[in-house]
């Protein structure tokens, strides 16, 4: 890694992209300090400090605190992947979407114009449920019409703001814009966490057991670390073998390659989507007003709060932990096979001569493709259960109630190998082109 980019700095052009983009890192952490006109950031603050539940720490950690802070990047770029996801799921349904994204560099343009108009449209949704539920609140002073159009045409721009960063680290950085913006966010509240740490488990104890918890938080931080770098690179890879054919009076094919399978094929888009639908009751409940109450739908939000799951006085709440674990794994098969078309791998393999070894072209590869991919995602979906587990357990158990978890270190890690990987390309098409230049 260091190596890499000692190598980049080397390069003109790759310097100026990567200080570009370090430029624009800082351009984000300072509008995330700006408050929004007319807020009373306090009163928020007080406010997101009062719940015991998590429904608003997962859009806080994406955020990089704006939304605790209730600055302008409240939403942070949540709006551009929430609009994302969608057109990725409405391409499937939608054939003119699919036609578009057939279409090679102009349909995905199209699609990405309407993606950002989506985007600014779920932000604007966004930002008037916020200022009109919590201005209710105490949040926008003397609220009036004029100061919620001004709050949510605040929280909208930095969305879009935030967006535009996005696509500018695209073109003039090192790729990987919107990625890259979350990736600061989250590391950005890694200090504050350690000091959290610090404080629950290690301050005020003697210095045998202040050591002792250094070392156990430490340990469990580098093996989740460890666990998220074997899940990203592992893969299967499924030999296949061309058949030689003649074209004019040359002998072509013959080669043998093969299909590399991520055991991890949904990366943290399972996760991500069990987590939001955990949050989403109790957000809504919030807004409403509903949060508290001892009644049933109570006990079931309070289920849904991974803060109680593996909590020894009240084990009934971990009931919530299944169901998590379940949608995991769901999402993991539905965005894989979204994703993954083993009939449409199978005929291209057909119509270039090529076969799996032992395997009969046409339905006896598709079946084979099929049965495999299952049991590989069931793999990857366990791997990312256990990483995303791991952190519940510790925050149930011994109350090490912090910001970031297996969510956040899969994105750090995944983000960061993804753009060395960018680097390098850079790299080695700038050397390519001296060797031709020559």
Same mark, same amino acid.
């Given at each position: 890694m260091l190596k890499t980019l000692q190598n980049a700095f080397k390069v003109k052009d790759v310097r100026h992209r990567i200080f570009y983009v370090l430029m624009m890192l800082v351009v984000v952490r300072i509008g995330s300090q700006l408050p929004v006109p007319g807020v009373d950031s306090s009163y928020f603050q007080q406010w997101f400090d009062s719940q015991t539940g998590d429904s608003f720490n997962f859009l806080d950690a994406f955020t990089g605190g704006s939304f605790s802070q209730m600055s302008i990047f409240a939403l942070s770029i949540t709006p551009y992947i929430t609009s994302s996801i969608i057109m990725q799921l409405l391409t499937i349904a939608i054939p003119k979407l699919e036609e578009m994204q057939r279409d090679g560099e102009d349909g995905r343009k199209k699609i990405g114009a309407i993606t950002r108009y989506v985007t600014v449209g779920l932000a604007l949704f966004e930002s008037v449920a916020m200022a009109i539920g919590f201005g209710n609140k105490g949040l926008i002073p003397d609220n009036s019409?004029?100061?919620?159009?001004?709050?949510?045409?605040?929280?909208? @721009?930095?969305?879009?703001?935030?967006?535009?960063?996005?696509?500018?680290?695209?073109?003039?950085?090192?790729?990987?814009?919107?990625?890259?913006?979350?990736?600061?966010?989250?590391?950005?509240?890694?200090?504050?966490?350690?000091?959290?740490? &610090?404080?629950?488990?290690?301050?005020?104890?003697?210095?045998?057991?202040?050591?002792?918890?250094?070392?156990?938080?430490?340990?469990?931080?580098?093996?989740?670390?460890?666990?998220?770098?074997?899940?990203?690179? @592992?893969?299967?890879?499924?030999?296949?073998? &061309?058949?030689?054919?003649?074209?004019?009076?040359?002998?072509?094919?013959?080669?043998?390659?093969?299909?590399?399978?991520?055991?991890?094929?949904?990366?943290?888009?399972?996760?991500?989507?069990?987590?939001?639908?955990?949050?989403?009751?109790?957000?809504?409940?919030?807004?409403?007003?509903?949060?508290?109450?001892?009644?049933?739908?109570?006990?079931?939000m309070a289920c849904m709060n991974s803060n109680n799951w593996f909590n020894i006085n009240q084990p009934v709440y971990s009931i919530g932990l299944i169901f998590y674990i379940v949608m995991v794994i769901f999402f993991a098969y539905f965005y894989t096979s979204i994703t993954f078309n083993p009939l449409e791998v199978a005929d291209n393999m057909k119509k270039q001569g090529g076969f799996i070894p032992g395997i009969r072209p046409g339905k006896p590869t598709v079946d084979y493709l099929t049965n495999l991919l299952n049991y590989i995602i069931f793999i990857g979906a366990a791997g990312l259960t256990i990483?995303?587990?791991?952190?519940?357990?510790?925050?149930?158990?011994?109350?090490?109630?912090?910001?970031?978890?297996?969510?956040?270190?899969?994105?750090?890690?995944?983000?960061?190998?993804?753009?060395?990987?960018?680097?390098?390309?850079?790299?080695?098409?700038?050397? &390519?082109?001296?060797?031709?230049?020559?």
């Open positions: 019409f004029a100061k919620i159009t001004v709050v949510v045409a605040a929280l909208t @721009a930095g969305s879009a703001f935030l967006m535009w960063v996005g696509e500018q680290i695209n073109e003039k950085g090192v790729g990987n814009g919107i990625s890259i913006v979350l990736l600061i966010n989250i590391v950005s509240r890694i200090p504050s966490d350690m000091v959290t740490l &610090y404080e629950t488990f290690i301050k005020g104890k003697i210095i045998a057991k202040g050591i002792l918890a250094a070392v156990i938080i430490m340990a469990v931080i580098v093996a989740v670390v460890i666990l998220v770098l074997i899940l990203n690179g @592992a893969e299967r890879r499924i030999p296949v073998q &061309y058949s030689k054919k003649v074209q004019g009076r040359k002998m072509m094919g013959g080669q043998s390659s093969h299909i590399p399978l991520k055991v991890n094929t949904a990366g943290v888009i399972p996760v991500i989507f069990a987590s939001s639908i955990m949050s989403f009751p109790s957000v809504i409940a919030t807004f409403l007003g509903k949060s508290g109450g001892t009644g049933w739908g109570s006990k079931i990483v995303a587990v791991i952190p519940f357990f510790f925050n149930g158990v011994f109350g090490a109630n912090v910001s970031f978890g297996g969510t956040s270190i899969i994105i750090i890690v995944g983000v960061v190998l993804e753009t060395l990987k960018q680097i390098e390309s850079m790299m080695l098409v700038r050397n &390519y082109k001296g060797f031709l230049n020559d």
